[in-house]
């Protein structure tokens, strides 16, 4: 949108020197910014949750794209320079100071947001984690999320791949995700340490009969000794051993080489008893 100011200067004006606790790296450039907001498809008139506006590149984007958006930023010093950005686009855009971790997002829409954010490094899985536990169809139609380029592998990451364990069970046993792009360290203010992505995330119909805290609980331990064999990894996870011989799963194999499908398997079997 034409009468902003560049973001640069938008940073220098309010004094926002960027900090590491608050995982602040910020995006400029205004064509890497609408390419982010173009992963989820169209945004005339939808509704959007962004978490971590900043000084609002992002958000700049979003709503350029048409989307109505609520964020929750942390940084109190970000709320004058989102203010204005609220200006531009008159009510569009709602900004929300405080902890996303803390803050239950729901009221805030009327239907399903698209969420899309690039997520402070220290707090993302956190909030992955929460956003893929939720009850299913899940609150959100979409996640568009910017993480360190070793998280989002972790997310879409197949069986036998290092890569591959508890974060991507959760990601795909009832949703398709994938790396929609890769960015470079560079494109970010202050450059982080490592490269980056952006993992979209498409919820799917759930298998029947199997719980998320079971499949969950069942991923925990199963990853949470990787190297050692099934048969060691789920002794204490009760009837995990009896349901292995039911399904026909090796209990040497490691956790590592279990399909998604074989974990749903497994967790159906744990909650049908
Ligand atoms: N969206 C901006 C951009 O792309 O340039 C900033 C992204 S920066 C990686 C992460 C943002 O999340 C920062 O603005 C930071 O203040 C904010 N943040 C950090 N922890 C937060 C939390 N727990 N809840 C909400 N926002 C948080």
Known sequence: MSGLPPLREVIRAHGLSASKALGQNFLFDGQLLDRIAR????????EVLEIGPGPGGLTRALLAAGARVAAIERDRRCMAP??????AYPDRLRVIEGDALAIDPLPLFEGRPHIV???PYNVGTALLIGWLEADWPPWWRSLTLMFQKEVAERIVASPGSDAY???????Q????????MSVHRSAFTPPPKV?????HIVPE????????????????????????MLRQSLKGTPGALDALGRL????????????????VSLARTLDQG
């Open 248 to 263: 026909g799963i090796d209990p040497t194999r490691r956790a590592e080489t279990v399909s998604v499908a074989e974990f």
């Open 173 to 180: 046993w009832r949703s398709n995700p994938r790396i929609a």
């Open 205 to 228: 119909e759930a298998p029947e009969g199997v719980s998320v805290r079971t499949i969950a609980r069942l991923a925990a331990a199963a990853f949470g000794q990787r190297r050692k």
């Open 195 to 199: 490269m980056s992505a952006v993992a």
């Open 82 to 87: 989102l203010a204005e950005l609220g200006e």
């Open 39 to 46: 992963v989820p498809g169209d945004l005339g008139d939808a």
């Open 165 to 171: 364990g508890r974060l991507a069970v959760l990601a």
């Open 117 to 119: 954010a690039n997520l």
